[in-house]
């Protein structure tokens, strides 16, 4: 499995400003994921970042309030911006390979709280 | 469209007795289906997965889990309890019928308690 590191692991930040998480991982992989975790939810899939283009969105998020870059295989960010108090959650970046059978590995997490 | 079920919110158990923590699916196609354990203030780590194959499959500390297709399930079982086993459970499903990449659905988790 891979090691994935993201930052920062938490932040308190004011309502109306942007923060930007990022990941990083310690080998190359095809596919890196955005979660995120609402207190005490499951995780709900935000976009896959995709290496080189725009990162794919899922129902419900869109690039204006989680912009996303993957500038090569082993980084990405994902910016919150705006930010309000709904957006408190654990931000959680994922990796997996094409050539794997699906499971994913996940970084440690980004514990946001908007204020 | 995928999704997954679990059932009960929390489980609690004995150490030493065994553990069981439940799981349903829904796919158009063939599943492939993982468990994570969660930690509390840590991401989530694989334990293990099914792919194709032998029913019971076997991870990590332990753990094991029963594939079922007629009831369409994937519950995780330990035969011994730890009370180190405290943590979240998620159940997790990608569908290969949709050719959604990697994308996996979990299911809203489940609180393992063990007591001494």
């Known amino acids: 499995s891979a090691v994935i590191s993201q930052k920062p692991s938490r932040d308190i930040c004011q309502r109306g400003t942007s923060l930007t998480i990022q990941c990083q991982v310690d080998?190359?992989?095809?596919?890196m994921f955005w979660y995120r975790q609402q207190p005490g939810q499951s995780l709900t899939l935000i976009a896959t970042?995709?290496?080189?283009?725009?990162?794919?969105?899922e129902s419900g998020f869109v690039i204006d309030k989680f912009p996303i870059s993957r500038p090569n295989l082993t980084f990405s960010t994902l910016t919150v911006s705006n930010m309000s108090p709904e957006d408190s959650s654990i931000y959680l970046c994922?990796?997996?390979?094409?050539?794997?059978?699906?499971?994913?590995?996940f970084g440690p997490g980004t514990r946001l709280t908007v204020l | 469209a995928q999704s997954v079920a679990q059932p009960e919110d929390q489980v609690k158990v004995a150490e030493g007795n065994p553990l069981t923590v439940k799981c349903t699916y829904s796919?158009?196609?063939?599943?492939?289906l993982f468990w994570y354990v969660q930690y509390p203030n840590r991401g989530l780590q694989f334990l293990l997965k099914?792919?194709?194959?032998?029913?019971l499959v076997k991870g990590s500390y332990g753990f094991e889990a029963e594939f079922n297709k007629s009831q369409t399930s994937f519950h995780l079982k330990k035969p011994s309890a730890l009370v180190s086993d405290s943590a979240l459970y998620f159940c997790?499903?990608?569908?290969?019928?949709?050719?959604?990449?990697?994308?996996?659905?979990f299911g809203t988790g489940t609180q393992l308690k063990v007591e001494l």
């Open positions: 994922s990796v997996g390979r094409v050539a794997s059978e699906g499971e994913q590995f």
């Open positions: 997790a499903v990608r569908d290969t019928l949709t050719g959604g990449g990697n994308k996996l659905t």
């Open positions: 080998s190359q992989v095809t596919m």
């Open positions: 970042a995709n290496q080189g283009s725009e990162a794919t969105y």
């Open positions: 099914y792919i194709t194959g032998d029913n």
């Open positions: 796919v158009s196609g063939n599943p492939y």
